[in-house]
């Protein structure tokens, strides 16, 4: 069974910066294509950032030169370190993972940005 664990979800202050991690489990982790989406109240999920098995990465422009993905293929992890946040990044952060035409995906995990 695959799954996807993310951890690293909390309260932040606007400007302040926050790491989530997605643990995968049941997989080869370094034949997936994985990212991160996003999704607020009333708003569509969104594609936050994504890496694929070869490490090319790419970004929601909302988010260019704040959010970095990266991914650590011995410990079957991928990160997303958020900097510079913003009130408009607060949603539940979701980890996605794609091989073929399988998908998998996370419980989410809550990102609140707010004084």
């Known amino acids: 069974q695959v799954r996807l664990v993310e951890s690293g979800g909390g309260l932040v202050q606007p400007g302040g910066s926050l790491r989530l991690s997605c643990a995968a489990s049941?997989?080869?982790?370094?034949?997936?294509?994985m990212g991160w989406y996003r999704q607020a109240p009333g708003k569509e999920r969104e594609l936050v950032a994504a890496?694929?098995?070869?490490?090319?990465?790419n970004y929601a422009d909302s988010v260019k030169g704040r959010f970095t993905i990266s991914r650590d293929n011995a410990k079957n992890t991928v990160y997303l370190q958020m900097n510079s946040l913003k009130p408009e990044d607060t949603a539940v952060y979701y980890c996605?993972?794609?091989?073929?035409?399988?998908?998998?995906w996370g419980q989410g995990t809550q990102v609140t940005v707010s004084s």
């Open positions: 049941g997989i080869i982790f370094s034949i997936l294509g």
């Open positions: 890496i694929t098995s070869g490490g090319g990465t």
């Open positions: 996605h993972a794609n091989w073929w035409s399988s998908a998998y």
